[in-house]
């Protein structure tokens, strides 16, 4: 019973260059949520997603981020352009339902921006 | 909007003292309120949660309190052990949403 799966776990871009993360959520688990983790502090909501449809993106900055969950195959979040400030561990978690339902987090990627 | 404060930001005990965080909530619609364990460089895991129909639970050594009234909740270790040193967050989730809204962490360093 795999938990939830990312990859990769660390991923190093250049300035500029383009950031893809993916999530693969657990087994029955059909929602799931991305979160920011910058060095030191919380977890940061950015955006919650259900199969083909994005349920809530008011945590994701509006440019340069986008995220997805098909139909088929893992969720992705893109990040184009990098610059150094995205630099931070990216969280996945699932549920098997939206509201208040247990979210368990998968191992993250850490993005570094040299 | 909504927020959840978490103290203390860091908070050392010696081995077999018990240890206890404190978050405070705003939104009174919140009715569910997980903490997550997370060690340096891994994954928050859950390990405690509670519904705004109880007051407490426990799960041998780990407690959760929650006062509706006064918007706070705590988690509660008892005979601390090393290996409980990690940081913890507090989380709250409003009724009728699925966002989480995390505490800022607490660093927990038990002192063998």
């Known amino acids: 019973n795999a938990g939830v799966m990312q990859n990769p776990r660390h991923l190093v871009r250049r300035r500029g260059q383009e950031a893809r993360l993916r999530c693969s959520p657990m087994?029955?688990?059909?929602?799931v949520y991305w979160y920011r983790q910058l060095p030191e502090e919380g977890l940061k909501f950015m955006v919650y997603l259900q199969k083909e449809n994005i349920i809530d993106e008011s945590g994701m900055p509006k440019e340069r981020f986008s995220a997805e969950f098909p139909k088929e195959g893992p969720s992705i979040l893109r990040i184009q352009q990098v610059v150094r400030g995205d630099s931070a561990a990216y969280f996945c978690?699932?549920?098997?339902?939206?509201?208040?339902?247990?979210?368990?987090f998968g191992p993250g990627t850490r993005l570094t921006v040299t | 909007g909504e927020n959840v404060e978490q103290h203390p930001s860091t908070l050392s005990v010696q081995e077999g003292d018990s240890a206890v965080i404190k978050c405070t909530y705003s939104?009174?619609?919140?009715?569910?309120f997980p903490w997550y364990k997370q060690e340096l460089g891994k994954r928050p895991q859950l390990i405690i949660d509670i519904r705004s129909n109880v007051g407490e639970k426990k799960d041998q050594r780990i407690a959760v309190t929650l006062n509706k009234t006064a918007k706070h909740f705590s988690l509660h270790i008892t005979e601390t052990q090393p290996e409980d040193s990690a940081v913890y967050f507090c989380?709250?989730?409003?009724?009728?949403?699925?966002?989480?809204?995390f505490g800022t962490g607490t660093r927990l360093k038990v002192l063998a």
């Open positions: 087994k029955g688990h059909s929602h």
């Open positions: 939104d009174s619609a919140s009715n569910y």
């Open positions: 978690a699932s549920s098997p339902g939206g509201q208040a339902a247990e979210q368990y």
């Open positions: 989380a709250a989730v409003t009724s009728g949403t699925y966002k989480y809204i």
